[in-house]
Nanobody, 126 residues
Framework: QVQLLESGGGSAQAGGSLKLSCAASVASQYILSGCAMAWYRQAPGKERERVASIGRADYTNYADSVKGRFTISKDYSKGTLDLQMMSLKPEDSAMYYC?????????????????WGQGTQVTVSS
């Protein structure tokens, strides 16, 4: 059973930056190289939304709300999926989840992701 563990969440001031990382409990290199991966977030009272996706060929896609500010990437040396967040805004505050899909090489749909982490909290103050 694959488990995903997020880290790097915390508090930041508006305009600041944070970097999230996600590591798989097993087969991390396979997960990174062979699966669709993504970051989602959910704020209290709101639906979960996709933040960024990265495919097997490292093609990336971002939600309009974070485009130009966030960068999703894979660090094969560390075996992690990262999300670099810059120019943070209070509306970026949410629980952030890492997701991996073993049945697909690329997806923008949450139902294609088979494994989800427990989440890491990001809080941005104005």
């Amino acid at each position: 059973q694959v488990q995903l563990l997020e880290s790097g969440g915390g508090s930041a001031q508006a305009g600041g930056s944070l970097k999230l990382s996600c590591a798989a409990s097993v087969a991390s290199q396979y997960i990174l190289s062979g699966c669709a991966m993504a970051w989602y977030r959910q704020a209290p009272g709101k639906e979960r939304e996709r933040v960024a996706s990265i495919g097997r060929a490292d093609y990336t896609n971002y939600a309009d709300s974070v485009k130009g500010r966030f960068t999703i990437s894979k660090d094969y040396s560390k075996g992690t999926l990262d999300l670099q967040m810059m120019s943070l805004k209070p509306e970026d505050s949410a629980m952030y989840y890492c997701a991996a899909g073993i049945r697909t090489l690329w997806s923008l749909k949450s139902f294609d992701y088979d494994y989800w982490g427990q989440g890491t909290q990001v809080t941005v103050s104005s």
